[in-house]
């Protein structure tokens, strides 16, 4: 296949996806463009890729399936025979149907995947599920990777690409996480304008509709004055569950190739 462009097409509220997919493509295209779904305005614009493109589309993984946003995530996404790597992230737990998820969309939009790979990133909920992810041997895996997908774009045809994953997916989980913000907060509005799927409104930053809110905590690691958490137990309870059960073993990434 001849490539001209590539571009990093990614959801990533916290950056773990982020590293990754821009990581892939400065290994694979030197040049790159970025195309940051996280961005609501972003997602609203129409997106057409042709056959000389190559996209590496990113996504975290919760509770084992792609995020829900409003408008899609891939809606306005198109692609005309455009060969793609699928990739996703997630916290040291399981990627379950998330990667076959970002597969079937994409392909029904166009795209012919040449790869897909699963890679683990510090988890939403815990300090310490892929804590430092990803790291130098990660950073060395990305190589090796990459290496494989120039050898599968050099090939003159591709069977279909198979990943882990089952159809139905796995039922969809609501977050019972919900950050608000506290009395320390100045109405800055920095976590308006940083919510992915606008839960925050840039008039009453204190409070989050919980109906539309990802429980992504973008807004708390990123609240300047550290003044939105998640109030209650649950998420205390929620990390210890996550903690006592995936800590251990250090899960490594997993790839797959036509």
Do not use: Q
């Amino acid at each position: 296949m001849e490539i001209e462009r590539v571009y990093a097409v990614y959801f990533s509220p916290t950056h773990g996806t982020r590293r990754y997919v821009e990581g892939l493509a400065a290994r694979l295209g030197g040049e790159y463009e970025v195309i940051d779904l996280t961005r609501p305005a972003v997602r609203a614009r129409e997106w057409v890729f042709g056959p000389k493109d190559l996209v590496i589309f990113g996504a975290p993984v919760y509770a084992g399936r792609l995020p829900e946003v409003p408008g899609g995530l891939l809606d306005r996404v198109r692609g005309d025979r455009t060969p793609a790597v699928f990739t996703v992230s997630y916290g040291n737990r399981d990627y379950d149907d998330a990667l076959l998820e970002e597969l079937d969309l994409c392909e029904s939009r166009g795209f012919v995947g040449v790869a897909a790979a699963a890679w683990i990133a510090p988890h939403t909920f815990s300090d310490k599920l892929g804590a430092g992810r990803p790291d130098g041997s990660d950073e060395a895996a990305m190589d090796r990777f990459a290496a494989l997908v120039r050898e599968v774009l050099a090939r003159d045809g591709l069977p279909p690409l198979a990943v882990k994953g089952d159809r139905p997916y796995k039922e969809r989980k609501v977050s019972s996480v919900c950050p608000v913000g506290g009395e320390g907060c100045t109405g800055c509005g920095a976590c308006a304008a940083l919510c992915p799927v606008g839960a925050i409104d840039p008039a009453r930053p204190r409070e989050t509709d919980r109906a539309v809110c990802l429980g992504c905590l973008a807004c708390v690691k990123s609240c300047p004055a550290g003044a939105r958490a998640v109030p209650g137990d649950a998420l205390p309870a929620l990390r210890k569950r996550l903690e006592d059960s995936f800590l251990e073993p250090r899960k490594e990434p997993e790839w797959f190739l036509p």
